[in-house]
């Protein structure tokens, strides 16, 4: 049981380019979301998902796409990097969205933008 | 707005001291509360939880309790360990929250041997 994973670990984006952050959980968890975090800010949530093939916004969209095709992979994929998305990535699966439920979290995945 | 508001940090203790890092909300209604704990390199994870008021959560030798008068949520931990070093978040879900939790900046702690 891997839980959820990330990957990268690490990426150097130039900005404008595109990429790919990706997600997967084992655990048939139904709802999954992305967060940054950046310094002094706490967390703060980017997409979330309720299920395979629904997906909605959260505080700070701008930026950032994502699809849920199964219940196990949620990418978060940048259209055109800047500067300000420079952020610590990361991504949490829970078992439902109910409000005493613990969401378990990925790594993280550290993108530099320059 | 809701908002999590908790203690700046970083925090710097020796070895066996009391921990407390303060963490008080803004909500309506009754939000659950949660501390979560981000060791260095790694994801968060969930250190403990109160769902209801004078609930007092509990994990791994710390504490809090959900306060509704004062609307606080205080870790607290009789005496911490070098490996307690990490950075703890406080955050709270509303009920019907459509899924979002509310995070505070997190509180860097630093346990010297």
């Known amino acids: 049981n891997a839980g959820v994973t990330q990957t990268p670990k690490f990426q150097v984006l130039k900005t404008g380019q595109s990429m790919t952050l990706q997600c997967a959980q084992d655990m048939n968890h139904e709802y999954m979301s992305w967060y940054r975090q950046d310094p002094g800010m706490g967390l703060r949530l980017i997409h979330y998902s309720v299920g395979a093939g629904i997906t909605d916004q959260g505080e700070v969209p701008n930026g950032y796409n994502v699809s849920r095709s199964t219940t196990e992979d949620f990418p978060l994929r940048l259209l055109s990097a800047a500067p300000s998305q420079t952020s610590v990535y990361f991504c949490?699966?829970?078992?439902?969205?109910?409000?005493?439920?613990?969401?378990?979290f990925g790594p993280g995945t550290r993108l530099t933008v320059l | 707005g809701d908002s999590v508001t908790q203690m700046e940090g970083p925090v710097t203790l020796s070895e066996e001291a009391f921990l407390t890092i303060n963490c008080t909300y803004t909500a309506t209604g009754y939000p659950s509360l949660f501390w979560y704990v981000q060791y260095p390199g790694e994801g968060l994870q969930l250190l403990l939880k109160?769902?209801?008021a004078d609930d007092k959560g509990s994990n791994k030798g710390f504490e809090a309790t959900y306060r509704k008068e004062t609307t606080s949520f205080h870790l607290e931990k009789g005496s911490v360990q070098v490996s307690d070093s990490a950075v703890y978040f406080c955050?709270?879900?509303?009920?019907?929250?459509?899924?979002?939790?509310?995070w505070g900046a997190g509180t860097k702690l630093i346990i010297k041997p």
């Open positions: 955050a709270l879900r509303k009920k019907n929250s459509n899924y979002q939790l509310i």
């Open positions: 109160a769902t209801k």
């Open positions: 949490a699966s829970s078992a439902s969205g109910g409000s005493t439920d613990t969401q378990y």
